[in-house]
């Protein structure tokens, strides 16, 4: 018992170090000029040069351009994150404007991002911070530059490159949620452009999901042209041009990984580019009339429908038609240029266009948020009631972005069960709960809620097709800054990970 506690004695403060310094950034990088440049060099046209000096800083000296400058090369993983420090001494000047600086490049090709900045005043050593997360590029070199002092010479020391340690548990070490929920309905999540530059991390998606949601990447913001749709609507007022760019690699991962992608969104009053509503796509021209923007929606949606069914048949399997229709407060249409332009039809009219140009069996879905509150979920039960007699719709999307204290899970199972009354099909597309704190006892409460959460959904499982978080690692989500997701910053699953797996052992 003595040796027991003595034991305890001993790795308690060791636990609690332990512990601290999990929650800090690992250290990856940090200059040591004590014998040497340490793999630093002059970036100039010629006659900059560096010297190490006798306390430890790297002096540089001969600049004759604000981008002369001390670098050096980093072997950066792309689609991480790192935080940035250096401090810097200047005695030159009253006081210069320093910045430190990537040059990237792919293929030989460099381009230039300045990552943070100080004002540094005589003689007194000023730390620069900043931080970035590494694209797609196979050369990285960090450097620190002027931008109003061409010929000073400076110091550097103390030059740190930090980062988050993201472990991803390898495939069949944690259960997958796809294969928790395999016969039931699929399991997914939301995922960013920016994600897929992390290799490890989207093969860990690819190991626990089977469906997945571009989180931004085809909304009318980003698959809209606003630029060729003007050219061509010199000509044809009704012309909407579409573009991929930012989606495709999303789509070619889903493809590759045989994952199914459900599309969000055609019609929203978000992100969409205002011009999508102005003659000539002109925010500074006239609202185009009803016709108009039905046609416009009209081209837009079969542009996009026949280009995924090309390039991608049979990858996009459900969209989001409509989201966010119903106001909050009064539980009506909100008010939208969709509503200003074509009246109070325009949800009925965006299913029917839908409907004519998805390739057959792509099913259909009214989307929003709060379904929970009364008043709105009335709003939603009359429009769904509304449209399912015109056949175009399949089904409702509970987006479900919840906090621990609000809605109650009693409100969340009785919302669930009165849309599911309508015989619609159904699916959870933006699952999240957030939590004030990353304590104990907050953590044990989201898991509590997630559980009771899988419980409700786990009775319509004959009607319900999908359940999806809205991101994977709580530092990515939308509202990272209350932890609402299944893994934590460092990829480590939470409780809620567990109680989605299990939502029994957690109720
Ligand atoms: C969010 C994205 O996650 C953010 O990256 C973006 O800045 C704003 O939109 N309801 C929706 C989603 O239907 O499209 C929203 O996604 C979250 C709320």
């Known amino acids: 018992m003595r040796k027991l506690l003595l034991l305890v004695l001993i790795l308690f403060p060791l636990l609690l170090f332990t512990n601290a310094i999990c929650e800090e950034n690992a250290v990856l990088y940090q200059s040591d000029f004590s014998s040497g440049s340490d793999g630093w060099y002059a970036r100039s046209t010629g006659g900059a040069r560096l010297k190490t000096t006798q306390d430890g800083t790297l002096a540089i000296t001969g600049r004759s351009d604000n981008w002369h400058s001390p670098g050096r090369d980093f072997a950066l993983a792309q689609g991480v994150r790192y935080e940035l420090s250096v401090q810097v001494r200047q005695s030159e000047k009253a006081q210069a404007r320093f910045m430190f600086s990537v040059a990237h490049s792919l293929g030989g090709f460099e381009s230039y991002e300045n990552l943070g900045s100080a004002t540094v005043k005589k003689d007194e050593w000023t730390t620069i911070t900043g931080s970035y997360t590494a694209g797609l590029f196979d050369r990285f070199v960090l450097y620190v530059e002027t931008s109003d002092a ?39 999540t939301a995922v960013t452009f920016s994600e897929l530059f992390n290799a490890e991390r989207m093969a860990f998606y690819a190991s626990q999901f089977n469906i997945m949601t571009p989180g931004n990447e085809m909304k009318p913001d980003y698959i809209l042209d606003v630029f060729k749709s003007a050219q061509l609507a010199k000509t044809d007022e009704t012309a909407a041009a579409v573009r991929f760019d930012s989606v495709k690699p999303l789509l070619d991962y889903a493809k590759v990984n045989g994952i199914k992608v459900h599309g969000h969104v055609l019609v929203w009053h978000q992100q969409t580019p205002e011009a999508f509503f102005h003659e000539g796509y002109s925010p500074a021209k006239p609202l185009v009339s009803r016709e108009v923007l039905l046609a416009r929606l009209d081209n837009y949606v079969k542009n996009i429908m026949t280009y995924l069914d090309e390039n991608y048949p049979g990858v996009v399997v459900s969209w989001d038609v409509v989201n966010e229709a119903i106001d909050d407060g009064s ?44 008043i709105k979920q009335m709003g939603i039960l009359n429009l769904l009631k509304e449209l399912i007699p015109e056949g175009n719709i399949d089904g409702y999307g509970f987006q479900m972005h919840h906090d621990v204290s609000f809605p109650s899970t009693m409100q969340i199972a009785e919302s669930v069960r009165r849309i599911a009354e309508t015989g619609l099909k159904l699916r959870v597309s933006e699952l999240d709960v957030t939590i004030p704190d990353m304590s104990e006892e907050s953590y044990a409460r989201q898991a509590k809620m997630y559980a009771q959460i899988m419980n409700t959904l786990e009775l319509y499982k004959d009607q319900l097709l999908a359940v999806q978080v809205w991101g994977v690692t709580d530092d990515l989500s939308w509202r990272a800054s209350q932890y609402p997701l299944l893994f934590d910053g460092k990829a480590q699953p939470k409780p809620a990970f567990w109680a989605v797996v299990d939502p029994s052992s957690s109720l």
Not at 171 to 178: M, R, S
Request: hydrophobic share 40%; charged share 30%; aromatic share 14%.
């Open 331 to 374: 539980g009506k249409l909100r008010d939208s240029k969709w509503l200003t332009i074509v009246g109070e039809d325009y949800v009925a009219r965006a299913f029917e266009i839908a409907r004519r140009h998805a390739p057959e069996g792509t099913l259909l879905f009214y989307n929003d948020y709060n379904t929970a509150i009364l």
């Open 150 to 188: 061409p010929s000073a010479g400076f110091e550097i020391r103390d030059f740190r490159v930090t980062s988050a340690e993201l472990v991803f548990a390898e495939e069949e070490t944690i259960p997958a949620l796809k294969d928790v929920y395999a016969g039931r309905f699929d399991f997914g």
